[in-house]
């Protein structure tokens, strides 16, 4: 048994090292090899339903490439396989959460694919067990947030929104203070293991900024959902993302990203779903009304809020 128990964790320990070599592929044959020889370990599920969604997530970008043609075999093979990994990460969890149910992180990340296939009641039944067992969750905070905001809950959608961005800003500060001892080594693992992880919770902090403006445009605070506004404008800069941010449409200040103006969000995918980073606090989902803002969509949803601020001279 004590051997068996050494395999599975020396199995764990090379997928976790894959994972955050963002090898993801190799990650998931180690998970899955970990899981083959211990089906009762609720961590070694949770590892595959990551590295599952990191899949996922790498081949739906290759699905998204090429939209002219949907008709393409290449395209329709990679939409097949993406959800099938999918599929394996929704499995995952639940088999980690029927053999944990306290695993916070498991909660949170089955919640972001609860919320993005839809189906918000079990989504916030699940951020909720989350914030249970890890108060300061930020991702669970933000998901949360937006399940309360689309509700109508405004005071709700602010406390938790709010405590996401403290949380956040708190974890950036300090990956932002060991990021120079990360450069001054000649470690270009942990370099990019700290840019990942820093542009994942710009992301989440973005799209928790994103909420709160929301709730101050609903309430006529034109003026505080500006300066937010401009945060989330912040993030374009301070990550390597490739020009794009993921907002929850339905969410979004103004009506120029709510559909009910003439311009749209620059793209959506479809049936995609969520990722939760390798530690599990950030979560950057794609999934159906979830679109890709691009800067020039936030800057005319700031261009909006600008205007109905200096009309209605409310702050």
Not at 187 to 211: F, P, Y
Not at 246 to 264: V, W
Not at 270 to 288: C, E, H, I, K, L
């Amino acid at each position: 048994p004590h051997q068996a128990r050494d395999a599975v964790a020396c199995t764990l320990m090379r997928g976790a090292a894959y994972y955050h070599e963002g090898k993801f592929r190799d990650a998931l044959a180690h998970f899955a090899k970990a899981v083959d020889r211990d089906a009762k370990d609720a961590d070694a599920w949770f590892a595959l339903g990551a590295a599952s969604e990191k899949v996922a997530s790498s081949v739906a970008a290759l699905d998204d490439e090429d939209d002219d043609d949907e008709q393409q075999p290449s395209k329709q093979q990679a939409h097949a396989a993406a959800s099938s990994f999918r599929d394996d990460q929704i499995a995952a969890y639940e088999r980690c959460l029927a053999l944990d149910p306290r695993h916070a992180v498991a909660h949170a990340c089955y919640a972001a694919l609860l919320h993005a296939s839809g189906a918000v009641d079990a989504a916030e039944r699940e951020y909720r067990a989350a914030l249970v067992r890890a108060p300061d969750h930020a991702a669970a905070h933000a998901g949360l947030a937006e399940v309360c905001l689309s509700k109508g809950d405004t005071d709700a959608a602010h406390d938790h929104a709010t405590h996401a961005i403290g949380v956040l800003e708190a974890q950036l500060r300090t990956i932002h203070g060991v990021a120079p001892d990360h450069r001054g080594r000649d470690d270009e693992d942990c370099v990019a293991a700290t840019t990942s992880r820093g542009d994942e919770l710009h992301g989440l902090l973005a799209s928790a900024r994103w909420c709160l403006a929301c709730v101050h445009e609903r309430r006529g605070a034109y003026a505080e959902a500006v300066a937010l506004v401009k945060r989330v404008l912040d993030a374009f800069d301070e990550t390597t993302h490739d020009g794009a941010l993921l907002l929850r449409a339905g969410s979004s200040p103004s009506t120029t990203l709510r559909g009910e103006a003439a311009s749209a969000p620059s793209r959506e995918t479809d049936d995609a779903v969520a990722s939760a980073s390798g530690g599990g606090d950030a979560t950057t989902t794609r999934a159906p009304g979830r679109p890709l803002c691009s800067r020039e969509d936030v800057e005319r949803t700031l261009a909006h809020l600008e205007a109905m601020l200096r009309e209605t001279g409310v702050s």
